[in-house]
């Protein structure tokens, strides 16, 4: 499988502005043996259509497929491709996207070329201010050989609306969604100083290649709970994939990782709501205090929470099943209190993230700094030993998805090769 992530930066030459918009991806695919041509057709069987049929180009609003040059890396250019264990995000593939854009012209032509350093001027306002963006997502290889990227038009929407809240360019979502498949389709061998809104751009892409996330199977994580921190804050951007949301977390994780933890839990306000686990979204499978079963993650209505594209095909899949009562596949505020009161009660079954690396990932153990009785408290979290596995159901139902094995198609955009 592959992993691609976009982003954007932002770069500062005296009075200009560089800003970077990288996509990485992680995918299988064939390579083409050209050394420099001009982009095919692509046919990409799902979403979207050839956006631009029949329409004036507008590169003000958008870049386009059919403008994209590609030179392909020489063979000698080329790596070697790694085998056995694929440790995520280390290895990237030969070759990468990358468009200018700039506040007068709009968008320049896409090029699809060997994979290169970036060049950035000491003054980048990304090396400053984090006037960036990211997005992943991944390409599976199915069992019947063919690629699928998993939701490319929801992180394309997830990223046009971060790039419009850090005062980024945006684009048509389809465009780039083509753009890649060609990227994949090139690397298919692979087996796996002012503060202001920017006056330049370069939208990337890069592909890499990963293994599975849990190679022996799950593997339950701990989680470091200290109301002191803060991921994001009401009014801030919390809900989007900006670096800056990023960078100051490092810390916080650096200390979890000393008290023995895998990540952080992040939490807020004074009644200490569950927000998210290290950058993922998080969920709680549960007796509620009605006695339903439940399956709950935080709302988004607030602003502090990544719209995370499995948080949301986790909450379609549970809903579409009909096994649970009324409002009990639910989007809601809860709290360390009602945790602890669950756990004390055994009404607790199951509390695991997700995201786009894992899918999901189970919780085991919370190491809880209670501020208020000054002491630290160990919670076991009997994710692995709940007889009824909800979560292992919706990673298998989505994996299968991914892989071809059941059929999807609004989710899923072939790559043809």
Same mark, same amino acid.
């Given at each position: 499988?592959?992993?691609?992530?976009?982003?954007?930066?932002?770069?500062?030459?005296?009075?200009?502005?560089?800003?970077?918009?990288?996509?990485?991806?992680?995918?299988?695919?064939?390579?083409?043996?050209?050394?420099?041509?001009?982009?095919?057709?692509?046919?990409?069987?799902?979403?979207?259509?050839?956006?631009?049929?029949?329409?004036?180009?507008?590169?003000?609003?958008?870049?386009?497929?059919?403008?994209?040059?590609?030179?392909?890396?020489?063979?000698?250019?080329?790596?070697?491709?790694?085998?056995?264990?694929?440790?995520?995000?280390?290895?990237?593939?030969?070759?990468?996207?990358?468009?200018?854009?700039?506040?007068?012209?709009?968008?320049?032509?896409?090029?699809?070329?060997?994979?290169?350093?970036?060049?950035?001027?000491?003054?980048?306002?990304?090396?400053?201010?984090?006037?960036?963006?990211?997005?992943?997502?991944?390409?599976?290889?199915?069992?019947?050989?063919?690629?699928?990227?998993?939701?490319?038009?929801?992180?394309?929407?997830?990223m046009n609306a971060t790039a419009a809240r850090a005062a980024l360019p945006t684009f048509d979502s389809a465009e780039l969604i083509a753009m890649i498949a060609d990227q994949i389709r090139l690397d298919g061998e692979w087996k796996?100083?002012?503060?202001?809104?920017?006056?330049?751009?370069?939208?990337?892409?890069?592909?890499?290649?990963? !293994?599975?996330?849990?190679?022996?199977?799950?593997?339950?994580?701990?989680? /470091?709970?200290? $109301?002191?921190?803060? *991921?994001? +804050? @009401?009014?801030?951007?919390?809900?989007?994939?900006?670096?800056?949301?990023?960078?100051?977390?490092?810390?916080?994780?650096?200390?979890?990782?000393?008290?023995?933890?895998?990540?952080?839990?992040?939490?807020?306000?004074?009644?200490?709501?569950?927000?998210?686990?290290?950058?993922?979204?998080?969920?709680?499978?549960?007796?509620?205090?009605? !006695?339903?079963?439940?399956?709950?993650?935080?709302?988004?209505?607030?602003? /502090?929470?990544? $719209?995370?594209?499995? *948080?949301? +095909? @986790?909450?379609?899949?549970?809903?579409?099943?009909?096994?649970?009562?009324?409002?009990?596949?639910?989007?809601?505020?809860?709290?360390?209190?009602?945790?602890?009161?669950?756990?004390?009660?055994?009404?607790?079954?199951?509390?695991?993230?997700?995201?786009?690396?894992?899918?999901?990932?189970?919780?085991?153990?919370?190491?809880?700094?209670?501020?208020?009785?000054?002491?630290?408290?160990?919670?076991?979290?009997?994710?692995?030993?709940?007889?009824?596995?909800?979560?292992?159901? @919706?990673?298998?139902?989505?994996?299968?998805?991914?892989?071809?094995?059941?059929?999807?198609?609004?989710?899923?955009?072939?790559?043809?090769?």
């Open positions: 499988m592959s992993f691609a992530r976009t982003k954007i930066l932002t770069a500062r030459c005296s009075s200009s502005f560089v800003s970077r918009l990288r996509s990485s991806f992680t995918v299988d695919t064939p390579t083409t043996n050209a050394t420099t041509r001009e982009t095919p057709r692509v046919a990409v069987s799902q979403t979207p259509p050839n956006p631009v049929s029949g329409k004036a180009k507008d590169p003000q609003r958008t870049f386009y497929r059919t403008d994209m040059h590609t030179t392909a890396a020489l063979p000698s250019e080329r790596q070697a491709k790694p085998t056995g264990h694929l440790p995520f995000g280390r290895y990237y593939a030969d070759h990468m996207i990358d468009v200018d854009w700039n506040s007068e012209r709009g968008w320049e032509k896409p090029k699809l070329h060997k994979l290169q350093p970036l060049q950035l001027h000491p003054g980048a306002k990304v090396l400053h201010y984090a006037i960036e963006l990211f997005e992943g997502m991944k390409a599976y290889r199915g069992i019947d050989n063919k690629i699928r990227l998993f939701r490319p038009d929801a992180n394309m929407a997830r796996t100083l002012g503060v202001g809104p920017p006056q330049d751009a370069k939208l990337f892409v890069v592909t890499c290649p990963v !293994g599975a996330y849990f190679p022996s199977g799950f593997q339950p994580i701990s989680l /470091l709970a200290d $109301p002191q921190y803060v *991921r994001a +804050s @009401l009014g801030g951007v919390g809900a989007f994939k900006m670096g800056c949301n990023y960078a100051p977390t490092m810390l916080v994780a650096r200390e979890a990782a000393e008290k023995g933890c895998h990540q952080v839990l992040w939490l807020t306000g004074n009644n200490e709501e569950l927000t998210e686990v290290g950058t993922m979204n998080i969920f709680v499978f549960w007796k509620n205090e009605d !006695g339903d079963l439940e399956l709950a993650t935080p709302p988004l209505d607030h602003g /502090l929470i990544l $719209p995370g594209v499995t *948080r949301d +095909s @986790l909450l379609c899949l549970a809903r579409e099943w009909g096994e649970f009562k009324a409002r009990s596949v639910s989007e809601r505020t809860f709290t360390m209190d009602d945790v602890k009161r669950a756990l004390k009660e055994e009404r607790l079954q199951q509390m695991f993230g997700c995201g786009t690396a894992s899918v999901v990932v189970p919780v085991g153990k919370i190491v809880y700094h209670n501020r208020k009785a000054a002491r630290h408290e160990v919670w076991h979290i009997p994710t692995m030993e709940s007889k009824q596995n909800l979560m292992q159901r @919706l990673y298998d139902h989505i994996n299968c998805i991914q892989y071809g094995r059941f059929d999807r198609p609004e989710w899923t955009v072939d790559v043809p090769y």
